[in-house]
């Protein structure tokens, strides 16, 4: 029998192996262009198709006259728009304000803004620019920057320029010292292309452009502690959680990609040169209010607030920049051609954990029962009856297994009793086990056989897990009384659901070999348990979850039923009155 457990899961891996040919076959990736080839987007393009964007060949961002004077007489704001976000410059430090993303709300129902306005200020915002003189990065991000643009800009009433994608925007600044050039290019995509020079008495300075300060989407505690500092280079992707980053910490080493991350949205930084870049961990402290809420300044919590710098030590950076959701659909359609041995895109920035191998082929299952019936909490109820029909014949041959261990409890107990004198090294003892394996093998018994249904179900429910953790498509998705599916539930009804499905189930289910007065216990502490530790899941998997109960409830009605169910429910009782006596 525990070759049988062990074919089954080797079945069933080879199930999921065989699985992603076909994946691949109905769920068509982008593929990444290769190096010489150059994919046009027209601005016709819907925004969430795959888009290819062939990267641009390498360039050499031209310095400015160390002699030059080029200086703003006063700061402006510039907004950068296209159908996914709108961007807000800053001449002054020529650094993002800014960045709302059109199709995601924050907590309010606003579109949402990618930049912690609060970590901002005091640690820095986006595209501005890190070098390891403290001074000279103050200075670099607080001048004020000449503007330049491929397209005319329009002037709002509020006084602010503004130009659509796609375009590209330059600012330079000079004051015969240091001489500075960023710019930026956008087009109908989440990637911008980024190119940065700064020149300090004719010698090039390592200036890195950041994401200095975390994302406008941490409102609460627990999304701060989900930061984290992601890299690759080819095959291998480091996650760095927050305890294991050392700010102002410098790597030097080949990067495909890398950049800060939270549970639904990144910024990464593509190199064009992967060979010659260098990523510097940036990590600060900063106090936020315990209820974002009802905020209050004089109830904060200290939390950690992880930030990246990206380029080339050596010279002028060009890179490309991703900064959105972690969709898998567009994560999918970034190329980065770079990446040997692995996917040549951004997909990495998912992780779906050790489950993944069964995480993601499960979410691709959701999203496209999703396109059907257009709702996530019934698409997961579709998933979770199916994957439970899917499962029926092994759990009812569990629960026969299960049922006849306890018709044979009595003569099991027997064999114990006879060899009960023997101490547990005497060699004697190893008989008893042979006679109870004998004893099982003529009335077909397994004695895996009534944990198995829990050991296959739970590789399906830690992957949900997973999933879960890292599905955007499933945030702010609203289900008859919840609003966002991976979020807990507001009202607690399914954890509570839970808790009172596992009463049933526990009440309803036979346990072999057990003693009464044991059972009695278990009946009520394994609900307790797995009431607890899923009061705070996430909705969409305690959805999952307590359906899965209902399932195995009526499957568990249906075998009671039988003459073997009977007959042995009649011998727990039975058991059960010998005992009170």
Request: glycine share 6%; hydrophobic share 40%; charged share 20%.
């Amino acid at each position: 029998m525990e070759r049988r457990l062990l074919l089954v899961f080797a079945l069933t891996f080879l199930v999921i192996v065989l699985f992603q040919p076909i994946l691949k076959k109905y769920f068509p990736q982008a593929q990444a262009p290769a190096p010489a080839q150059h994919t046009q987007v027209q601005p016709q393009t819907p925004p969430q198709a795959a888009i290819e964007q062939a990267p641009v060949a390498r360039t050499t961002v031209p310095a400015l006259n160390a002699g030059a004077t080029r200086q703003a007489a006063s700061e402006s704001d510039t907004v950068i728009e296209n159908d996914l976000y709108r961007i807000t410059f800053t001449n002054r430090g020529a650094q993002v304000k800014s960045w709302i993303l059109k199709k995601y709300d924050d907590d309010k129902g606003r579109p949402l803004d990618l930049v912690n306005s609060l970590a901002a200020e005091k640690y820095g915002h986006p595209l501005s620019l890190w070098t390891y003189d403290e001074a000279q990065r103050n200075k670099l991000n607080s001048s004020l920057y000449i503007l330049t643009s491929d397209r005319a800009m329009t002037v709002t009433h509020l006084g602010s320029a503004r130009v659509s994608a796609p375009t590209t925007i330059t600012f330079e600044y000079a004051d015969g010292e240091v001489a500075v050039r960023k710019s930026f290019s956008f087009d109908h995509t989440y990637v911008v292309r980024v190119e940065t020079s700064v020149v300090s008495k004719g010698s090039q300075v390592a200036a890195y452009p950041a994401w200095p300060a975390g994302f406008g989407d941490e409102s609460t505690l627990s999304s701060y502690a989900a930061s984290q500092i992601n890299y690759q280079y080819n095959s291998s992707i480091e996650r760095l959680a927050i305890k294991k980053v050392s700010g102002g910490s410098t790597l030097h080493m080949p990067f495909n990609w890398a950049g800060v991350t939270d549970q639904y949205f990144a910024a990464v930084f593509i190199p064009d040169d992967s060979q010659n870049s260098a990523l510097v961990t940036l990590r600060n402290s900063l106090n936020v209010p315990k209820n974002p809420k009802n905020p209050n300044l004089q109830d904060t919590a200290p939390v950690e607030v992880l930030g990246v710098a990206v380029g080339n030590p050596g010279g002028p950076t060009v890179a490309r920049m991703y900064v959105g959701p972690k969709a898998l659909s567009i994560l999918e359609s970034v190329p980065v051609p770079t990446t040997v041995g692995a996917e040549q895109d951004l997909r990495g920035l998912i992780n779906f954990g050790f489950w993944g191998v069964i995480a993601r082929p499960l979410f691709l299952w959701l999203r496209w029962t999703y396109d059907f019936i257009h709702n996530w909490g019934w698409a997961i109820c579709i998933q979770t009856l199916i994957i439970n029909l899917a499962l029926m014949p092994l759990r009812i041959s569990s629960m026969k297994s299960a049922l006849k261990m306890q018709k044979i409890q009595p003569q099991m107990n027997s064999v114990k009793e006879k060899y009960k004198k023997y101490g547990m090294r005497d060699p004697r003892r190893q008989e008893m086990n042979t006679e109870i394996g004998e004893l099982m093998k003529k009335e077909g018994v397994s004695p895996v056989g009534g944990c198995l249904p829990l050991v296959i179900q739970m590789p399906f429910l830690f992957a949900y897990y997973s999933m879960l953790g890292s599905a955007l498509d499933l945030r702010h998705a609203s289900w008859l009384w919840i609003p966002d599916l991976s979020s807990a539930d507001p009202w607690h009804i399914l954890p509570i659901g839970i808790f009172i499905t596992m009463l049933f189930m526990q009440r309803m289910t036979p346990q072999a070999g057990m003693d009464p007065s044991q059972q009695k216990m278990m009946n009520v502490i394994m609900p307790v348990m797995m009431g607890f530790l899923s009061w705070n899941f996430a909705s969409g998997l305690c959805l999952y979850w307590a359906e899965g109960n209902l399932i195995a409830i009526a499957q568990q009605t249906i075998m009671n039923r039988t003459s073997l169910g009977r007959e042995m429910r009649e011998m727990a009782a039975k058991r059960a009155r010998k005992k009170e006596k």
